[in-house]
């Protein structure tokens, strides 16, 4: 019986967290269990620096004005530090998993990471487009806050990568008070569904010798398009990737327009661009490497659905240049990404949405720490806060959209600390 108690009490001691006790542990889990009593709880692996995460799925109404019309599964991923230490909310624009934002890092903070409504592991088939909005999604994220709001009483911040970020900023719009301070990464707020800005950007930018390269490359990929196109069925073959939605050829056509405004984002490199004379293997592996043929694949087709449909509907996007190829197209006749929306499914663009979003960020967002790359395609939409917000723009000249805090001189990056201390020490209202 003696051995039997030590064997119980060592699995106590082996299964209690290392940052904390199995008491601390349960209350968590209690107070999570009261604020989402019909959430999925589960406890999963923490993050570095975190004593307790948990997997919450939640029962997230369909429409947040008529609760009644039904739930679909919504995933969120709390990473636990401190009670009285500030949260940071994650706001992905696309699908999520456990992943310990660079905010989190640097403020050493509590963090909830909350996947998109309608992507990942949060989408609900058949998928009910209707329920795709930026305001239902905003309003996921407000009933999430306020409930951990009880628990994390410290200081807000929020922040999101790309989509992530411009999803931060409409909800900065929209509810103001629900977070203390909003750190956008690389965040577009786009005026139509063809925003010129971009093309003008991937005409404008860098050096005319590297504009010239890269239409001179994606000129030779299509003057020797059969050759690289088996280079794509056979890279496809070994990937075991599926190309029914959107054809090899038509894929190998969008691709290419699809070249200058990834080369760009991406923070491509001139001298890496292969030469007119280069194989086919180089010239579909390069294209490959910078855009990336797999957007176009069956499966990822699928998953981008739902973003296709919201940057038509609400969020606005970017047109193909086709100037430079016109020529040699075969397939593509349209500069619209709409060949890439759902199906059978009516999209309406409302160009008044993110309009009124920038009017409010632009002149009323105080406490916002933006970060953009200066050579990435998005950075030509990004916001312009007026000089009297309370607000930081940092901006790496020659950086991309992987830009992070990380990749600033330190002068820069002691700047951006400053602002961040000095907001989070401001009394809370």
């Not at 093309?199 to 239409?215: L, S, V």
């Not at 194989?279 to 490959?288: A, Q, V």
């Not at 020659?398 to 990056?413: A, L, N, Q, W, Y």
Request: glycine residues 4%; contains cysteine; hydrophobic residues 35%.
């Amino acid at each position: 019986m003696k051995k039997i108690q030590r064997l119980l009490l060592l699995a106590v001691i082996v299964l209690s967290p290392y940052y904390g006790s199995a008491q601390t542990t349960s209350i968590l889990l209690q107070k999570l269990t009261e604020l989402f009593p019909n959430a999925e709880i589960t406890a999963i692996e923490n993050l570095e620096g975190y004593s307790e995460s948990y997997q919450l799925v939640l029962n997230e109404p369909l429409d947040h004005k008529n609760p009644q019309n039904g739930t679909f599964k919504h995933y969120m991923y709390l990473s636990h530090l401190d009670f009285s230490r500030p949260m940071v909310i994650e706001t992905h624009g696309y699908s999520t998993g456990n992943n310990k934002s660079e905010v989190s890092k640097l403020l050493n903070t509590n963090q909830i990471a909350v996947e998109y409504r309608f992507y990942g592991k949060s989408r609900p088939e058949p998928l009910p487009w209707e329920y795709l909005t930026n305001d239902q999604a905003i309003a996921d994220y407000h009933d999430i806050v306020m409930k951990l709001k009880q628990l994390y009483t410290s200081k807000w911040i929020s922040t999101g990568i790309s989509k992530g970020g411009e999803t931060a900023l409409i909800y900065k719009s929209k509810y103001p008070n629900d977070v203390d301070v909003a750190m956008p990464y690389v965040a577009p707020l786009i005026d139509s569904t063809e925003d010129p800005r971009t093309i003008n950007h991937t005409r404008t930018i860098g050096t005319a010798e590297c504009r010239d390269k890269i239409t001179a490359f994606q000129r030779a990929v299509l003057k020797n398009r059969e050759a690289v196109l088996q280079e794509f069925q056979q890279y496809a073959t070994t990937k075991k990737m599926s190309f029914t939605e959107v054809p090899y050829a038509e894929a190998l056509e969008y691709a290419v327009l699809e070249f200058p405004f990834s080369f760009w984002q991406w923070g491509g490199h001139c001298n890496e661009i292969p030469p007119v004379t280069a194989s086919p293997k180089e010239l579909f592996d390069y294209l490959n490497d910078i855009v990336g043929v797999r957007t176009y694949n069956d499966k990822t087709y699928f998953n981008d659905l739902p973003s296709y449909y919201q940057h038509l509907s609400e969020l606005g996007y970017y047109g193909f240049d086709l100037s430079p190829v016109a020529d040699l197209l075969q397939i593509v006749k349209s500069t619209s990404n709409d060949r890439f929306a759902p199906k059978g499914v009516v999209i309406k663009y409302n160009p008044q949405y993110i309009k009124e979003v920038r009017q409010y960020i632009e002149n009323k967002g105080d406490k916002i720490l933006y970060i953009y790359g200066g050579y990435d395609t998005w950075f030509s939409c990004s916001p312009t806060p007026d000089p009297k917000l309370d607000g930081l723009k940092m901006v790496l000249p020659t950086g991309s959209h992987k830009t992070r805090v990380k990749d600033f001189p330190e002068k820069d990056k002691a700047l951006i600390m400053q602002t961040l201390s000095r907001w989070l020490a401001e009394k809370k209202n």
